[in-house]
């Protein structure tokens, strides 16, 4: 046999088996999770923590010296105690001065009052009729005056004897002192607060400073109760930093209706600085970045394909797309880890 003839044979079967023509192609079908892209809400928002303050918070002392006596609670039915609500002009605390109040001398004061009024009441009637002089009339108008003042000076220093909550609220701490003793002027009696509406001073990174504006909304969460959200608006922001930290110092009002957030909890807020209505909005765990740009997959007739994104608000979970999707696309959101465009995808179900 012909040598070069058998180097031929020889050579073919190599060149059969290397020939891209005759292999068996296996087409695999990668198997993903896909979702229907539809229009929603997105917020960008900036989140920030700090400790929440009464609105109203008084503390209360006692203005004279005196007996101490604490009030009974008509709601209980029993002294006023920590936790107590209390309403505005409701009677917490006396303090029994029996020489204080003779020395104020009310009934004999209110009875000069009495008197006065009824003179300078008659002297008008008389002037009316030519009876009395206009000299006469100003004498009793104004002792009638003096009266007055005499006998609303008494109620003040009346009401110095007591102590009363200057709004709705509860008794946050209420020193305890024996019924009976004497307490000095001075005397710290009873802090009440009214946290229905409270506010949290917050230190906002510096380069934020021209997103944060007054009257922006703000979502309010305290951690051990995460299921109630409430809502707050920012109603102070400072337009310096702070040299040391450059920071920025901003102040959130928070509505506390119910009152579920307690004064002195840690809470975190997120201040909302943008949003858009009826817009594509994805996962943002999904976008790929590779070279600057942005993308995802979508299935079109059991093919994945890859789309170039250009995206717009985003938080920490979600990302708007401004072009490269289109609503009720199929979007792949597990398994595109190791797609490439072309692939043939099975969808999960």
Excluded at 304 to 330: I, S
Aim: aromatic fraction near 6%; include cysteine; charged fraction near 25%.
């Amino acid at each position: 046999m012909n040598r070069t003839l058998i180097a031929v044979c020889l050579v073919l079967p190599f060149i059969a088996c290397s020939n891209p023509d005759t292999r068996f192609e296996t087409d695999v079908e990668v198997p993903v999770s896909v979702e229907e892209v539809g229009l929603k809400t997105i917020e960008e928002f900036v989140e920030t923590t700090g400790t929440i303050n009464a609105t109203k918070d008084v503390t209360l002392s006692s203005e004279s010296a005196g007996y101490y006596r604490l009030e009974k609670n008509p709601a209980t039915n029993r002294p006023f105690a920590l936790g107590d609500f209390v309403k505005k002009g409701q009677v917490i605390i006396y303090i029994d001065n029996p020489e204080q109040e003779n020395s104020i001398k009310i009934d004999s004061v209110k009875l000069s009052l009495e008197i006065s009024k009824n003179e300078y009441e008659k002297q008008q009637s008389l002037y009316d009729k030519g009876g009395v002089t206009l000299r006469e009339l100003r004498d009793a108008e104004r002792s009638y005056i003096d009266a007055k003042y005499s006998y609303d000076n008494a109620l003040i220093q009346l009401e110095k004897l007591k102590i009363v909550s200057p709004f709705d609220g509860v008794i946050v701490n209420i020193p305890y002192y024996t019924p009976g003793v004497k307490v000095a002027s001075g005397s710290e009696m009873v802090r009440i607060m009214n946290y229905q509406s409270l506010n949290m001073d917050v230190n906002l990174p510096g380069n934020l400073l021209g997103k944060i504006a007054v009257g922006q909304p703000v979502r309010v969460m305290n951690y051990t109760i995460p299921d109630k959200i409430l809502e707050g608006r920012l109603t102070q922001v400072s337009p310096a930093l702070e040299t040391e930290t450059r920071t920025f110092k901003a102040t959130v009002d928070i509505e506390n209706p119910d009152w579920i957030l307690r004064p002195g909890m840690f809470v975190k807020a997120s201040i909302i600085t943008a949003g858009s209505d009826s817009t594509i909005v994805i996962p943002k765990d999904i976008v790929m970045m590779r070279r600057n740009t942005k993308s995802v997959f979508v299935v079109e007739r059991g093919i994945a394909q890859q789309r170039m994104l250009k995206t717009g608000l985003e938080n920490p979970d979600e990302v708007q797309v401004t072009d490269g999707l289109a609503v009720n696309e199929r979007l792949v959101v597990k398994g595109f880890e190791t797609l490439r465009s072309g692939s043939k995808v099975k969808i999960n179900q």
